[in-house]
């Protein structure tokens, strides 16, 4: 039975009555649109449907503006949280007057990133493991306009709660400062809610999850098994999905922000990467590490490369407000074990489960653009057999000043990232897997957003020099 077969018979055994078609847009944000499932047919699955693609940031203009977004049937599943039954799939963009992948397609790219990575012979699989964290409030009050700027956030865990009154009472349980991490209920307030999150993506095939309290208050870490490339970015993004409705049925409101608490920990998005050959893995070896030479070459690729790579790993201004408190990884160095480096080599018992983790990269990536950037980074290093110097094997928060003189250091702005980015990207245009034209769609879509930022006045301000 072919697959648009299947999910033909699964809308007629489970009662579906709307089939929803999500693809993600360039700035990493989930999109849909929705059909009855009455009109479904094996056209529709196979070819999809039309889009206004001059409507999504950064793709089309109005003068050819139709887009079809073609689902993949291998992504589909049952809507848990929609009140008509709903079968969902995600999808990747095509011109419909050639029915290839549209280049400025970030599901697209990710396919071409893994198509050339088993063309290139130097793998035939690339897994990726995404650990991330997230703030959960109680409420969220913003405001924009010219006359009144400026944001509130509430949550019953936060220090802040201590001395408010709420219908149930105040329990005074919470964490204590600096020991927000792992800590147990009733100081952690978020238990079940993450209980439930995983129990729904268990549900959707996610496997194992392991979840735990995070470093600040109100926030939460979970870590999923890795997959493939293109898998590995739809389940993250099926992830932020889950997170979402899962907490606004308990009246509550996710964020994926790296810093939306002024001297709290932010929030990372931890990238686990391997390559497999023959089912083989490859990063295992004889040098530093355990660590094989195809490792080091490709950890090298992704240095060499760090500060263009942060214009997808780390796309937004609030990426770089976590950057800057001094305890998170700013300084492009690698090393076993090690938290306070760029790239960590975790430990591994079996040979099968040596993996790099990039830690600087934050959850407002798009998974499909970060994890294929890191990917062609890599494959850089491997093919011009780059040698990433000598690992770092201290607590790098502690070097000195003149120590730090030495270390290269990861973008500090948004603004740094995407020039660099513009000096250096054509590792990424290798095998066309990144057009030159997503790049400076790409680009032109963050400094617009850049360019808001920018003309905002900032609370600090009024702070600082309202009375001069």
Not at 159 to 170: D, I, L, V
Not at 280 to 307: K, M, N, W
């Amino acid at each position: 039975m072919s697959q648009v077969q299947a999910i033909l018979e699964r809308i007629e055994r489970e009662g579906i009555r709307i089939v929803d078609f999500r693809f993600t847009d360039l700035g990493g944000r989930l999109r849909h649109t929705a059909i009855d499932a009455a009109s479904v047919d094996a056209t529709v699955l196979e070819h999809g449907l039309f889009i206004d693609g001059s409507a999504v940031p950064g793709w089309r203009e109005v003068t050819e503006a139709d887009l079809l977004v073609r689902p993949d049937p291998a992504t589909a599943f049952a809507d848990p949280f929609t009140a008509q039954p709903t079968l969902v799939l995600l999808c990747s963009a095509s011109d419909p007057t050639t029915g290839l992948g549209y280049e400025r397609d970030p599901r697209a790219i990710a396919e071409r990133a893994l198509e050339h990575l088993r063309r290139s012979g130097v793998a035939d699989e690339a897994l990726f493991a995404p650990e991330l964290a997230f703030f959960v409030f109680d409420e969220v009050l913003v405001e924009g306009e010219a006359t009144r700027l400026g944001f509130r956030l509430e949550a019953s865990e936060n220090r802040a709660a201590a001395g408010r009154s709420y219908a149930t009472g105040n329990t005074g349980h919470r964490p204590a400062p600096g020991a927000a991490y792992l800590a147990m209920p009733p100081a952690d307030h978020l238990l079940d809610l993450r209980a439930e999150i995983a129990t729904i993506l268990e549900r959707l095939g996610f496997g194992r999850i392991q979840h735990r309290h995070g470093r600040a208050t109100s926030q939460c870490e979970l870590s999923v098994r890795p997959e493939s490339l293109v898998r590995a970015a739809d389940r993250l993004q099926i992830l932020k999905y889950v997170v979402h409705q899962v907490t606004a049925s308990y009246g509550k409101t996710a964020t994926f922000l790296p810093k939306p608490l002024m001297d709290e920990p932010g929030s990372h998005l931890a990238i686990n990467v391997s390559l497999h050959r023959g089912g083989q893995p490859l990063f295992a070896g004889s040098e530093y590490a355990d660590l094989g030479r195809d490792c080091l070459h490709f950890i090298a690729g992704v240095l060499t490369h760090a500060r263009a790579l942060a214009a997808f790993t780390n796309p937004t201004t609030n990426s770089y407000r976590r950057l800057v408190g001094g305890d998170e990884p700013t300084l492009l160095t690698y090393a076993a074990f090690n938290r306070s480096a760029a790239i960590r080599i975790p430990f591994a018992a079996r040979p099968e489960n040596k993996r790099i983790e990039l830690r600087f990269p934050d959850p407002t990536a798009n998974p499909y653009l970060a994890f294929a950037a890191i990917l062609m980074a890599g494959l850089d290093g491997i093919r011009r057999r780059l040698e990433p110097g000598d690992a770092m094997d201290r607590n790098v928060y502690d070097l000195r000043p003149e120590e730090l003189e030495e270390v290269p250091r990861a973008a500090a702005t948004l603004e740094e990232a995407l020039a660099a980015l513009e000096a250096d990207h054509d590792f990424l245009l290798e095998g066309e897997v990144f057009p030159a034209d997503l790049i400076e769609a790409y680009v032109a879509v963050r400094r617009r957003e850049l360019a808001r930022v920018a003309r905002t006045p900032h609370p600090v301000e009024f702070q600082l020099w309202f009375g001069l």
